[in-house]
């Protein structure tokens, strides 16, 4: 089974920008990979230094940017970041961060997002915390990155432009659609740089998934607060991967269609992406014959499918609701046998054994009636040589090539 590796945001106590970066060093980011991102940037003199400290009984690092540098607005960050000489794949995730952030702040003070000063973030942090998560992320190459609901609470701040309610407007303009629970702490939980970071960087917002956990590191917030101890926290793990996959099954019941357009709509839906299609004859209300179209769809399909079973047929509704299929590990090879080249598909159990091997009807029936001789010979030969050459190893011949 593929395993891929994936990192939790566990927010108990919030999110800032120094916090994701004090988590990643002590997880194991080498100060050295921040070090050369910053000369990569083009700021001289920045340090990144991380701490040791004790935050409600718990250890973990807290960051001190040292060092001096202002921009005027967002404009002079975005051209640092794009003069710079970054890789490609750190630019374009430092862009985003800073971008959706400039972007709420715009909205909220009424003005050009090229114009957007970050009031409430002193100096080069703003930069310094961008351009640091996705170096961290890309030294520790996670292909999933999940994050714990955030917990928001009430109060007010002072910031660049006066007095603002917490939390922050520009952190509740970014985390629309993000599951967020009451703070257990008082005072800032969230600020906009961290909620821009995170929003930026996870895919989906819940509970801890299931992984192998490979490592831990802690940030530590600047503030030590009573109760619940002012830390971020990121668990780093192997997830194996299901077989067991999330589908979609669309239905339609039709009694009033002319039969003959039936199967054009079945192979229409298979042609633009169905996983299956089927007719299953039913008896209506009335006594009248009819058709159930099923449809087997990825999440991804669902809407299209459904729009076109509305156009294509007479139902004037499409059921859809999700299910769960198991499916074994398979195989798209061919195999060399007397008569030529056959396709075959091979089902696999965990170990590598062979559950089921079938050969596809296709490519047996182009075979059989070029060289003249029955469907059910061609594949009985198939069927034989592909077990041989599992018997054997599986990749020497007569298998000649290896599909999705």
Known sequence: MKQKRIAYLDCFAGVSGDMVLGAFLDLGLPPEVLDEGWRMLGLKGVQVKGQRVNRGGIMGTQVEVKGKGTFKNYREMKKAIDDSALPSGI??????????????????????IEEVHFH???G????????GAALGVSHFGWETILCSPLPLNRGFVEGGHGRLPLPAPATVALLKGVYIVP??????????????????????????PEMEITGVGY?????????TPNLLRIIQGIQVEKQQ????VLEADVDDMNPELLPYLNQLLLKEGAIDAVLIPIQMKKGR????IRVLATAAQREGLAQLILRESTTLGVRMYPAERMTLPREE????????????KVALDQEGKIINLMPEYESCRQVAEKKKVPLKEVYQEAIAKGREAFKHGGGNRPFIKKGV
């Open 91 to 112: 630019k374009e995730l430092s862009l985003k961060i800073l971008h959706q952030l400039a972007q709420v702040e715009a909205g909220i003070h009424g003005m050009e």
């Open 120 to 122: 409430e973030i002193g």
């Open 124 to 131: 080069i942090d703003t930069i310094v915390d961008t351009v």
């Open 183 to 208: 703070a257990a702490v008082e005072g800032e939980t969230v600020t906009p740089t961290g909620a821009s970071i995170v929003t930026a960087l996870a895919s989906g917002f819940g509970p801890l």
């Open 219 to 227: 940030g530590a917030g600047t503030r030590d607060t009573e109760g």
């Open 245 to 248: 996959e999330g589908i979609w």
């Open 289 to 292: 014959p009819g058709f159930t």
């Open 333 to 344: 090879r061919e195999v060399e046998t007397q008569y030529g080249k056959i396709k075959i």
